[in-house]
């Protein structure tokens, strides 16, 4: 009689839980319920479309930026969101969505894109403002993702995160300068940081009870971190940062609990919130109508692109490129 020490095969989803169980990562090629990928591809679809849109608000001021280097500066920073949305869109397209589908939906209106980029950029202090306020609440958001559990998604977080600090500290330093300037431009500073710090608390969207999608991508690990509490460390970050500012906080509220150690933020208008993911923001029509504009002004580019590409398929290998296929077989 012969005995077997051999586990029985286990079926696709515990080898899922297995992998989600020891925290490794999900690759492209690994079996994923269908929830889990639906999950995926809406949250890095609608990551994506905000690096995109969010290249609207600060483009805006790139021909007004007050010198040479600061102009330099801020076209590289707009570049840069412009990349990380196409980092997105490829992470996404591994899950089996479609880049054409993605942009459709957004262009549809049913697609969602960050709360925050429906507000306008008044002044040049905006700058500052989006810089600090907005890159510093999505790298706290996504220092998280990181450690997300679907791989293609963690890789791109960590390369974004890396030019978002960037992206904060020209943004701390736009405002440092005006706040260490004239009274105007101290006001003018602090009145863009008014306006932006309570939307920047919007980003991580509703309170945790209040949050239907929260408690399922923590189980499967695409959410590390709830969303009350990557507000609270943000607002634990922003407070000496004010301070070293010279700038006040706008939240008369806000109070240290001795108990957890942590910054709590006074009340939040979660109405305005929901109006803006209703659509009726303060520019939640402008945003989609310059989208849709950019987009058909760019059919151009995008066909210049793919008849290259055919061009180059279609082109006979130079002389010598059997040889190279060779020596690297
Ligand atoms: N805005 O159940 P939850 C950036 C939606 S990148 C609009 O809590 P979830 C860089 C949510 O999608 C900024 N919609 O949802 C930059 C869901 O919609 P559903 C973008 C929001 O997904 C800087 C519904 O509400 N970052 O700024 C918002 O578990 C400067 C229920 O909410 C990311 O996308 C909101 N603020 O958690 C670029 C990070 N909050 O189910 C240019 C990745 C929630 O109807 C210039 N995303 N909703 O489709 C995430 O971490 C998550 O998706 C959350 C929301 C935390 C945003």
Same mark, same amino acid.
């Given at each position: 009689?012969?005995?077997?020490?051999?586990?029985?095969?286990?079926?696709?989803?515990?080898?899922?839980?297995?992998?989600?169980? $020891?925290?490794?990562?999900?690759?492209?090629?690994?079996?994923?319920?269908?929830?889990?990928?639906?999950?995926?591809?809406?949250?890095?679809?609608? =990551?994506?479309?905000?690096?995109?849109?969010?290249?609207?608000?600060?483009?805006?001021?790139?021909?007004? $930026?007050?010198?040479?280097?600061?102009?330099?500066?801020? @076209?590289?920073?707009?570049?840069? +969101?412009?990349?990380?949305? !196409?980092?997105?869109?490829?992470?996404?397209?591994?899950?089996?969505?479609?880049? +054409?589908?993605?942009?459709?939906?957004?262009?549809?209106?049913?697609?969602?894109?960050?709360?925050?980029?429906?507000?306008?950029?008044?002044?040049?202090?905006?700058?500052?403002?989006? /810089?600090?306020?907005?890159?510093?609440?999505?790298?706290?958001?996504?220092?998280?993702?990181?450690?997300?559990? *679907?791989?293609? *998604?963690?890789?791109?977080?960590?390369?974004?995160?890396?030019?978002?600090?960037? =992206?904060?500290?020209?943004?701390?330093?736009?405002?440092?300068?005006?706040?260490?300037?004239?009274?105007?431009? =101290?006001?003018?500073?602090?009145?863009?940081?008014?306006?932006?710090?309570?939307?920047? !608390?919007?980003?991580?969207?509703?309170?945790?009870?209040?949050?239907?999608?929260?408690?399922?991508?923590?189980?499967?690990? @695409?959410?590390?971190?709830?969303?009350?509490? !990557?507000?609270?460390?943000?607002?634990?970050?922003?407070?000496?940062?004010? +301070?070293?500012?010279?700038?006040?906080?706008?939240?008369?509220?806000?109070?240290?609990?001795?108990?957890?150690?942590?910054?709590?933020?006074?009340? @939040?208008?979660?109405?305005?919130?929901?109006? @803006?993911?209703?659509?009726?923001?303060?520019?939640?029509? +402008?945003?989609?109508?310059?989208?849709?504009?950019?987009?058909?002004?760019? $059919?151009?580019?995008?066909? $210049?692109?793919?008849?290259?590409?055919?061009?180059?398929?279609?082109?006979?290998?130079?002389? /010598?490129?059997?040889?190279?296929?060779?020596?690297?077989?």
């Amino acid at each position: 009689m012969t005995t077997t020490t051999e586990a029985p095969p286990r079926d696709d989803q515990q080898v899922f839980d297995a992998l989600i169980e $020891a925290d490794s990562r999900v690759e492209p090629r690994d079996w994923m319920p269908d929830a889990y990928r639906r999950t995926l591809v809406r949250q890095i679809s609608q =990551h994506a479309h905000s690096e995109i849109i969010g290249m609207q608000p600060e483009a805006n001021w790139i021909t007004r $930026a007050p010198s040479l280097k600061r102009k330099a500066i801020l @076209i590289a920073k707009v570049q840069d +969101e412009g990349g990380h949305g !196409l980092y997105l869109y490829s992470a996404a397209q591994t899950l089996g969505a479609s880049r +054409e589908d993605m942009l459709d939906q957004l262009h549809a209106g049913k697609a969602r894109y960050s709360s925050i980029f429906n507000y306008p950029a008044r002044t040049w202090a905006d700058m500052g403002a989006i /810089g600090w306020l907005v890159d510093g609440a999505a790298i706290c958001n996504q220092v998280a993702l990181c450690r997300t559990s *679907y791989g293609p *998604y963690a890789r791109a977080m960590v390369r974004i995160c890396k030019e978002e600090s960037f =992206h904060q500290r020209q943004g701390f330093e736009i405002l440092l300068a005006l706040s260490r300037g004239t009274e105007e431009q =101290h006001q003018m500073a602090q009145d863009a940081v008014d306006r932006w710090y309570r939307p920047a !608390l919007m980003m991580f969207g509703p309170p945790d009870a209040e949050s239907p999608n929260s408690r399922q991508s923590m189980a499967w690990k @695409i959410k590390r971190v709830s969303n009350d509490e !990557l507000r609270r460390r943000f607002v634990g970050m922003c407070v000496p940062q004010f +301070e070293a500012l010279g700038l006040t906080m706008p939240d008369p509220e806000l109070r240290f609990d001795e108990e957890t150690g942590q910054w709590e933020p006074g009340p @939040i208008d979660w109405d305005e919130f929901h109006e @803006i993911l209703a659509g009726r923001g303060p520019l939640n029509a +402008e945003r989609m109508r310059r989208r849709r504009a950019a987009h058909d002004e760019g $059919a151009w580019v995008r066909d $210049a692109a793919a008849a290259y590409a055919r061009k180059q398929t279609e082109r006979p290998a130079p002389a /010598g490129a059997s040889n190279h296929k060779e020596v690297a077989a």
